[in-house]
């Protein structure tokens, strides 16, 4: 379809003009074939030709001011989203509308900002997610590469023939396995935790006993730390009350906490409990290192290390625990904290609402 050769402006313009010159010509037709002609002994007021001089002014200035209004409260919104509709088109998604009249172009314009907003807004917003899978996939390939590298080396080793004693020999299969059980962990996390982004994580929730339930995970737990370096302190008694949880899932974010903290803590790790506006709390604290706060926002993040080189190689971490623990507990309507001091420590706290 062929565009109009004049713009809606220029069509509105001649209508108008159209209008003036028409009513022009139908008052001129009027006076001339109707005898409209002053008599002698009549005042000025009373002239014809007077009234039908106002008449015609008054309608060229009602006809131009119709005019003007039209062209600021339609046509110049109308340029003004046109402008801002090519800025869009051209990628300029920063373009701001600033006709804000209290009319129907008025709110017109404020809802088609609000879209150039939105429309801003979610493009940033995949840009960093593009941004994130592509630090995910990198992060992955490193992480599975480094113990499948290891493995690999030692069983060349071993098809070799290099190993020639015992020792060596269990030595090396043991280290086989340590980094086998390690690839599996990473393989674990990230099982979790792409399950939980998709949306295609499920949870089977019960009414638990909170004093139950975690005195029955560190009693087993204390056997762990019968023969380490690490002191596992228990303020008891828990508080026993009622949450809504997984109870696999609820011990898996305590175990990554318990899990973390012993990779830093120097001497002891003390876990305590209260409640706080009808809310559980668990404090798992460490006297380690602490983390430095530009970088304590940050340690929920996936694959996010303090030191990368060092917690990989020392700590064996994925990088994904405590980004598993956030979603999990989020997902139990609960929230994470953290608060640390370096060289004194750090304390995780989780929260969650109790089932009344």
Request: hydrophobic letters at 40%; glycine letters at 4%.
């Amino acid at each position: 379809m062929k565009s109009s050769r004049f713009s809606l402006r220029g069509i509105i313009i001649l209508s108008i003009l159209a209008m003036i010159l028409i009513t022009t010509g139908i008052m001129l037709f009027v006076f001339v074939n109707f005898d409209m002609v002053q008599d002698a002994s009549s005042s000025l007021f009373d002239s014809p030709i007077l009234w039908f001089s106002i008449l015609t002014v008054i309608l060229i200035v009602f006809f131009m001011s119709l005019m003007l209004v039209i062209s600021k409260y339609i046509f110049d919104p109308i340029m003004e989203m046109k402008k801002a509709a090519e800025q869009i088109k051209s990628g300029n998604l920063n373009y701001p509308i600033n006709y804000t009249a209290d009319n129907e172009i008025g709110n017109f314009c404020v809802e088609f900002d609000k879209m150039r907003v939105r429309l801003r807004d979610t493009i940033l917003e995949q840009h960093e997610i593009e941004k994130r899978r592509k630090r995910l996939i990198a992060s992955i390939a490193h992480d599975l590469r480094t113990p499948l590298t290891s493995i690999t080396g030692y069983v060349e080793a071993i098809q070799d023939g290099i190993i020639k004693d015992q020792e060596t020999y269990e030595k090396y299969l043991a280290t086989i396995h340590e980094k086998a059980n390690h690839l599996n962990h990473l393989i674990d996390d990230l099982s979790v935790y792409t399950k939980e982004e998709l949306g295609e994580f499920t949870l089977n929730f019960e009414r638990i006993n909170s004093g139950k339930v975690l005195n029955n995970y560190f009693m087993h737990k204390m056997d762990e730390f019968k023969w380490s370096k690490i002191e596992l302190v228990l303020h008891k008694p828990f508080i026993s009350t009622f949450i809504h949880v997984d109870p696999y899932r609820f011990n898996q974010i305590i175990e990554n906490l318990i899990g973390n903290a012993q990779k830093y803590a120097r001497s002891k790790i003390e876990i305590s409990t209260k409640v706080v506006n009808y809310h559980l709390q668990i404090s798992i604290s460490d006297d380690g290192e602490g983390i430095p706060n530009d970088t304590l926002q940050s340690i929920f993040d996936p694959f996010f290390m303090v030191n990368k080189v060092k917690d990989q190689r020392e700590k064996r971490g994925s990088g994904l625990g405590l980004a598993i623990v956030k979603q999990l507990t989020e997902s139990h309507n609960g929230t994470i904290s953290v608060e640390s001091q370096i060289g004194i420590g750090t304390t995780f706290v989780l929260d969650f609402p109790l089932d009344r």
